[in-house]
């Protein structure tokens, strides 16, 4: 097991690209079930979650292999319709493969992906898209569907990123008309929507509440370039803000982060957003203030995975900040921790208030979580002091190469085997 080193007081300067989404490949290796060529992916992030997708992949027949950034399809040879339940317990959003998959085959056979690190995830509201689509849903030790989605209206109770993405897949690989209403407007939406109608899908209204869906168009295959990682830049940013100094990042777009940049412009960075980059800047010696109340919310609000790498900046700050988490139970995990480095933060359920400290003090600390893990490593990096940082295998999740960025912004970090 490998553990960070961070030695906190060392002003970040530099540059980098930002790499591809996640949030955003994850759907779109799923919807490679839908085409019936080759595909190919550029800017894919090397991850731990990517690893996962490209096994179900090839559990379920495919070819599927990345190559650096690079990654490579051909599903001509899925036939499967199950997903293990060892797969689906090593990746919960492994439930963007059922509307595909149920697409493809006529059926789905999926365990519960079981909760996380988050609180308890349902998937309640991707079952009644399915449902709404003309297909059979039984859940009996699992889930299994049946039956070949035809046209329907989706009415998402609430605007979740998932069944928006399983709703969209199930359509496009079924036949009529869908129309999903609430539906969410995330930014990853529209890069699914912009990879399947590359591929000959009629997709419109993503990042709208609206999203119609014309099915029965058979896709081919084709290339696509992932979008950055708005959430690895907000966390970089957060470092920044946390650690003082200058951080340029290019590769992402500043529109999709507006509110988090509005947070450490009234923090007290200099912040600026052009086509080409974001940049933050904060003079070391001039203390972040407090925040007005931050309150996470489906996009355009405040986005719930940069809650914990934003609260880790100020919480060395001169002010109170207010934090409602509105997303998810228990995504509070990264507080005890940052306590352990001096912060002062009160939680009461779903809000937590933190009262801006001077300054951290490195401590050994352990990531429960993947964005409350590069929470831990932006706050080391303005504290006093060096924080050991366990939990690594979090962070894998979601951040390609986190100490090799955080090098390449002048930070003093380094991953050691423990
Ligand atoms: C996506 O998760 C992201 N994951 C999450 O990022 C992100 O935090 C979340 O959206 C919110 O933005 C991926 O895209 C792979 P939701 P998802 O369905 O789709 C409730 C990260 O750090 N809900 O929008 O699972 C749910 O409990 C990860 O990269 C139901 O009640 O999130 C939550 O309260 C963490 N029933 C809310 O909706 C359902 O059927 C939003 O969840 C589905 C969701």
Redesign the pocket.
């Known amino acids: 097991m490998s553990v960070m080193y961070l030695r906190g007081g060392v002003p970040l300067e530099g540059e980098l690209a930002v790499h591809g989404a ?2 955003s490949v ?2 779109i290796l799923a919807a490679c079930l839908l085409a019936r060529g080759p595909v190919k992916l550029t800017n894919c992030p090397r991850l731990t979650d990517v690893t996962v997708a490209l096994g179900i992949l090839r559990r379920l027949g495919c070819q599927a292999w990345q190559e650096g950034s690079t990654i490579w399809v051909d599903p001509s040879g899925a036939a499967g319709s199950a997903i293990s339940e060892d797969q689906m317990r090593s990746m ?2 492994s439930i ?1 493969f059922l509307g595909p998959l149920l697409a493809r085959t006529g059926e789905a056979h999926l365990t519960y992906p079981g909760g996380c690190e ?1 609180g ?7 079952l009644a898209a399915i449902r709404a689509m003309g297909c059979e849903v039984t859940e009996d030790r699992g889930i299994h569907c049946q039956g070949r989605p035809r046209g329907g209206e989706v009415q998402l109770a ?6 928006t993405e399983n709703a969209m897949l199930c359509a496009v690989g079924g036949t009529g008309t869908t129309t999903i209403v609430n539906a ?1 407007r ?1 930014p ?1 939406i529209g890069d699914l929507q912009s990879f399947l109608n590359g591929l000959g899908a009629s997709v419109r209204g993503a990042g709208s509440s609206t999203i119609t869906v014309e099915g029965g168009r058979p896709l081919s295959g084709g290339e696509f370039h992932i979008m950055g990682d708005r ?1 690895v830049a907000a966390t970089l940013l957060s470092a920044g803000a946390a650690a003082g100094g200058r951080v340029r990042l290019r590769g992402v777009d500043w529109r999709h982060l507006a509110t988090v940049l509005s947070v450490f412009h009234q923090a007290g960075c200099r912040v600026e957003s052009r086509l080409e980059y974001v940049e933050l800047e904060r003079d070391r010696w001039v203390p972040l203030r407090g925040a007005p109340t931050i309150r996470t919310a ?1 996009y355009p609000g405040f ?3 940069a809650q914990a790498p934003v609260m880790a900046a100020l919480a060395a700050s001169q002010g109170c900040t207010l934090f409602v988490e509105t ?2 139970d228990s995504r509070y995990r990264h507080v005890p921790e940052l306590i352990r480095m001096g912060a002062d933060i009160t939680t009461e359920g779903r809000v937590a208030l933190v009262r801006g400290v001077e300054r951290l003090h490195g401590a050994r600390v352990e990531a429960s979580d ?2 409350g893990g590069g929470a831990l490593a932006a706050a080391a990096l303005g504290a006093e002091g060096t924080t050991v940082l366990s939990g690594l295998h979090h962070i894998d999740r ?1 951040y390609e190469g986190l100490e090799e960025m955080l090098q390449r912004l002048g930070a003093n970090v380094e991953r050691r085997e423990a």
Request: charged share 25%.
């Open positions: 996640k949030n994850l759907p919960r959003s963007i988050l308890p995830r349902p998937i309640d509201l991707h609430l605007p979740s990123v998932g069944a969410a995330e990853e959430i489906p986005p719930t995975d997303m998810f993947l964005r979601g």
